[in-house]
């Protein structure tokens, strides 16, 4: 189970890129993202406990880039804790500049 967990940051910020590449308002897409993950995180199904997503850059075309923040669950920042926090960065490149976007996932034992 380990390594298929240890994946899934890379193929969410990899999915993100994708499709942050094509939109031109980003808001409305990064509210859908939201909404999705709080059904993944609260249903029993899954193994996550938390996620944290940071996307920098110029959002919605304005003029200054700007960092967004979404926390969703438990994302212990100590690293002394016993808990598999899997991470990844990826760079998206756009017409209007590029988007830096890093992703959390907190795993549960």
Avoid at 8 to 21: A, Q, V
Avoid at 45 to 62: A, Y
Avoid at 69 to 76: C, F, M, R, T, W
Wanted: aromatic fraction near 12%; glycine fraction near 6%; hydrophobic fraction near 40%.
């Amino acid at each position: 189970i380990g390594a298929k967990m240890s994946h899934s940051s890379i193929l969410f910020s990899s999915l993100l890129t994708e499709h942050l590449k094509y939109l031109r308002y980003h808001k409305p897409f990064i509210a859908f993202v939201i909404k999705f993950l709080k059904i993944i995180i609260f249903s029993k199904l899954f193994v996550l406990k938390g996620i944290k997503i940071v996307i920098s850059g110029r959002l919605n075309n304005k003029p200054r880039s700007k960092s967004s923040v979404a926390i969703l669950g438990s994302i212990p920042t100590i690293t002394k804790t016993n808990e598999l926090i899997d991470y990844s960065e990826n760079t998206c490149y756009t017409k209007n500049g590029t988007f830096g976007i890093k992703v959390w996932c907190n795993h549960s034992q």
